[in-house]
């Protein structure tokens, strides 16, 4: 038997992170999608106009990214 038959396997994503990884041949199953990665460009843009203009200015921008949201299978 091999030494390395006896090592834990290392999960390779962190806790709290949206990095994803490929996918490899040795990739058992792939992590579903966390909502706070989902959508980062409508994201982006919208929490940026929140923090500039206030949410009452952003509601099309709001508006775009649940629809991002809701087209990937979130129920917003």
């Known amino acids: 038997m091999s030494f390395s038959a006896h090592l834990p396997i290392m999960s390779t994503f962190a806790a709290a992170s949206c990095e994803s990884t490929p996918v490899t041949p040795d990739t058992q199953e792939k992590k579903p999608l966390k909502p706070c990665c989902a959508c980062p460009e409508t994201k982006k843009v919208r929490d940026a106009c929140i923090i500039e ?3 009452d200015h952003c ?3 709001i508006e775009a990214h649940k629809e991002c949201m809701r087209a990937l299978g979130f129920k917003v």
Do not use: V
Request: net charge neutral; hydrophobic share 15%.
């Open 53 to 55: 203009k206030g949410e």
């Open 59 to 61: 509601r099309d921008l």
